[in-house]
């Protein structure tokens, strides 16, 4: 799948980070991801971000526009 399309794009990754209280570091974020039923495909981009505290919602995006 095309990156940024479908279940992988930014706006549904947000949709699987609800409920995070910012600042957050990655394992937050794939917690909250898991609570919230994310698919393996969100799942897996949520691992590769880097290692980092997020601010807020245009922190994940920033790192997930630095992922490969």
Excluded: C, F, H, W
């Excluded at 990754?13 to 991801?33: F, H, M, N, T, W």
């Excluded at 609570?35 to 981009?45: G, I, K, L, Q, S």
């Excluded at 807020?56 to 995006?61: I, L, R, T």
Aim: proline residues 7%.
């Amino acid at each position: 799948m095309t990156r940024g399309l479908g279940g992988n794009s930014p706006a549904n990754v947000q949709k699987y980070l609800s409920g995070v209280e910012y600042p957050a570091g990655k394992r937050d974020l794939i917690d909250a991801a898991r609570r919230n039923d994310a698919p393996e495909e969100v799942m897996r981009t949520i691992r590769e971000l880097p290692e980092d505290n997020y601010g807020g919602p245009q922190d994940v995006m920033k790192g997930y526009g630095d992922v490969e």
